[in-house]
């Protein structure tokens, strides 16, 4: 039985479709209840929906054999996984966004406010900017207009919510999208069905990627 | 004393059997301290698997750690012999540092061993063949991954790739991660050509004999095709069946060179054994010798669990007020001497379970329950 760790909400939706179109469908899981697992013993398959930033510890520890992480998550906890695919799906970006008109001044520590810490700290590493880092865990464009912070490294995807708040994208930090995961045990021991899934969902994005 | 491997858990028959093991192949037991000199591990910080170490001043005033790793501490005390002669030990020691998964400091029971001298091709073998014997004595279901750092060197040195690319794409070696590989590459402006050829090595992956047969194919240029035949050559003497060749095992480049392997378990999900050829260290401690060797984390190996006791006891003697304590204590000698475990008292406690209830009475004993 394959244990596959899928996120809550609509990407794990999207992305359970094309597990299905490979031929591991689990009807099950389209049923509208509060089930969290559903198997079928057929194809083999054992799906789960949890959050989506738990994905990579279920598969890190082995409770999950294979999963769908954001490459966001993948980068700020460094799980040590296999990353098989890019499933060219949910995709959206990691990126400085600061108020409109905002000058960076180099001669000053920079505040910044993010979830990501991890990804945030190795950013301004790499530039050799010193940082003041300000862990938040939500809301975090409201960190500069009240003078919270300078600028948030966060996810960005259609851009309205920074409009909204009148905040712009300064830096593109990291493109993100969703990975298709391994367990490093399980890679081993189900090489054959991990596999399968792999090149089952890598066939679909070829075709996908073949159409005008 | 005879002790009996159901009353031994999982890890700790796995240290005896272990130590036997690698006793028998003239490897001598290395003892050290629990503590080293803090700096040792500045300068080889990569070396370590977490960089995080618990450090304290000694009475001297010198920064001391407790060991996060041993190899360090056996290669930096190695003593490079005049004729090349090899030195062979094994360690049983616990070292301390920040587990992967809960970021918390760890106690870790680690056994090990390290060959280190002139390190020919029998050397490289035999330790391998140890570490697959190792995996073989936790579980008949293991499976020992074997990687060539010198190949996959060859292959990012041929693509042409810069020093900071060449970080990331070891990287994504090591994750299996071929798009990001392709994406890094085109983002230097390597072809799709060359690019192809490090995709072509991350994904030689299986048992030896299709490996090789994949790999010889990728160039064929003398020294390609040498280092790929005293790979396998290696490979060659060891049970086909549960190697596989798979160059995600990396390890850090600036010390480990040649072989490097890691090992799995059933029912384990992370790697239980890792270990590889490690001149590159040895060099930076100049050392003329080279080595190998290879530790198994036995902290793992809980997961693995050991059978389940059904009882806590086999017998519970209850005995009360008046009873003469020289009669329980014969009849308790007596239950233990025929092998069976006994608690005895003069109320059963509400949690404990029992095989077998007796009561001693001033005529002798008696059965009242029994649950076998």
Request: one cysteine or more.
């Amino acid at each position: 039985m394959l244990n596959i760790a899928l996120p809550k909400g609509r990407l794990g939706e999207r992305v359970y479709a094309m597990f299905e179109k490979a031929g591991f469908e689990c009807p099950s899981i389209k049923e509208n209840n509060r089930k969290l697992i559903f198997e079928n013993p057929e194809c083999g398959v054992r799906y789960f929906w949890v959050k989506p930033s738990d994905v990579a510890i279920y598969v890190e520890r082995g409770a999950a054999d294979i999963g769908v992480a954001g490459k966001d998550i993948l980068l700020e906890y460094e799980p040590d996984i296999y990353e098989l695919l890019d499933l060219k799906t949910g995709i959206c970006r990691m990126a400085v966004a600061a108020p409109k008109g905002f000058r960076d001044d180099p001669r000053r520590t920079l505040k910044v406010a993010t979830k990501f810490t991890n990804i945030a700290q190795n950013y301004y590493a790499s530039l050799g900017r010193e940082i003041d880092m300000i862990h938040l865990n939500g809301s975090i464009e409201i960190a500069p207009i009240l003078g919270l912070s300078d600028v948030i490294v966060d996810i960005v995807e259609t851009g309205t919510t920074l409009r909204e708040n009148d905040l712009e994208v300064i830096e593109t930090v990291v493109p993100i999208s969703a990975r298709l995961i391994a367990n490093r045990a399980s890679y081993k021991f189900k090489n054959e069905q991990i596999i399968r899934v792999a090149e089952g969902i890598a066939a679909q994005l070829q075709t996908e990627e073949q159409q005008p | 004393m005879k002790i009996s491997d159901t009353m031994l858990k999982t890890e700790e028959l796995a240290v005896f059997r272990l130590r036997d093991l690698y006793g028998r192949y003239g490897y001598a037991q290395y003892k050290m301290s629990k503590f080293e000199e803090y700096d040792l591990y500045v300068r080889n910080k990569n070396f370590l698997i977490s960089d995080s170490v618990i450090t304290f001043t000694d009475t001297s005033g010198k920064l001391m750690a407790l060991k996060p790793d041993v190899t360090l501490s056996i290669a930096k005390n190695s003593k490079d012999t005049a004729d090349g002669g090899l030195q062979k030990v094994y360690y049983d020691e616990n070292v301390y540092r920040v587990s992967a998964g809960s970021h918390a400091y760890k106690e870790i029971k680690q056994v090990g061993l390290e060959c280190m001298g002139d390190i020919d091709g029998y050397c490289i073998g035999e330790v391998l063949s140890l570490a697959v014997q190792s995996l073989e004595k936790i579980s008949p279901d293991y499976i020992l991954d074997v990687s060539h750092l010198d190949l996959l060197s060859l292959v990012l040195d041929r693509i042409g790739i810069s020093p900071a690319g060449r970080v990331k794409l070891v990287d994504c070696v090591a994750q299996k991660n071929l798009h990001d590989a392709s994406a890094i590459c085109a983002g230097e402006g390597i072809s799709a050509e060359r690019t192809e050829l490090l995709r072509a090595l991350m994904q030689c992956c299986g048992r030896p004999a299709d490996a090789q047969k994949r790999l010889k194919k990728l160039f064929s240029d003398e020294v390609w095709q040498s280092t790929v035949a005293r790979f396998f050559g290696i490979l060659s003497r060891l049970p086909s069946k549960n190697i596989r060749v798979d160059f995600s095992v990396v390890s850090d480049m600036n010390y480990y060179n040649g072989i490097v392997f890691q090992g799995f378990v059933m029912g384990i999900p992370e790697a239980i054994l890792s270990g590889g050829q490690y001149d590159l260290l040895m060099k930076k401690m100049e050392k003329k010798s080279g080595a190998i060797g290879f530790a198994v984390y036995l902290d793992q190996l809980e997961a693995l669990g050991s059978a389940p006791n059904e009882y806590d006891v086999d017998v519970f003697l209850l005995y009360g007020d008046g009873i003469d304590p020289s009669a329980v204590q014969k009849t308790v000698e007596g239950i233990v001497k025929s092998g069976k475990s006994v608690r005895a008292g003069k109320t059963v406690p509400e949690k404990l379970t029992w095989r077998c209830l007796l009561k001693q009475s001033e005529s002798g004993v008696e059965a009242l329950e029994n649950n076998a």
